[in-house]
């Protein structure tokens, strides 16, 4: 996936489906850029590994948080994320 994606020019279409493997590698992460791409449902999923890797954010190149959804709520659902959050695209 990691090498597909690098050949892709800006503006390609791109298809993704999953979720696939058993675990998230963090320890193999550390030294590089995160992305992390969701969208609905997809999230909660993800929200653990993305908080445990937002604890350790010095330990990596960048994290990004890219998030797609039919609406985006009005209520402070939205509070349970780390100040500097932003929607539909989160950098750290």
Do not use: H
Request: with cysteine.
């Amino acid at each position: 996936m990691t090498s597909a994606l690098a050949d892709r020019e800006v503006g390609d279409v791109i298809g993704f489906r999953g979720p696939y493997g058993n675990a998230f590698p963090i320890e193999a992460w550390k030294g590089k850029r995160l992305v992390f791409v969701a969208g609905g449902i997809a999230l909660p999923p993800l929200r653990s590994v993305i908080w445990n890797c937002l604890d350790l954010r010095d330990q990596f190149e960048g994290i990004t948080v890219v998030y797609g959804r039919a609406r985006w709520p009005t209520s402070s659902t939205s509070a349970s994320w780390p100040s500097g959050s932003c929607a539909p695209t989160c950098s750290w």
